[in-house]
């Protein structure tokens, strides 16, 4: 962590404050800040910025249907799925969204949050998209790999 240091807010950093300024007038002369202890600049600590969780869709590959809960933690959602086909006359491929599929999403904070779930569950798969032509702005993917698949 890095720290910043900044003038300080109090004194404006002049180090100072007006006689009087803490309640109690010592004189006519200007009094050290308390704040900074007259070294006119403060060390600023800089906190880390908030992360938002993060979200994946989750799957288990030994569960064929999808209905059951893959993993503790995980919430129903519908995961949205795309569909690309190539028009015979066109040079670009055509990309569109079908009907929404029935799918697990699952929040996770942290990396840590990642690697125990991979200590709980075994193998893990990341990967990019559930859905091969889902444009790649999806959110990843975890599998908990429990089961053989090709
Ligand atoms: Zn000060």
Redesign the pocket.
Known sequence: MNDVWQA??????????PAGFYGVAVGTNPET??????????VRPTLPAPRAPMRFYVVRTSARSGDDSPCEGAVRVSVPRWDTTWPVDSLLPLTRRIEDKPGWEIELATLDDLLALERLHGEIMLTSSPYQSEPRVGRLQIEIYDDYRE
């Open positions: 300080c807010p109090v004194c404006l950093g002049r180090g100072h404050v800040c308390r704040t900074c202890d007259g070294a006119t600049v403060i």
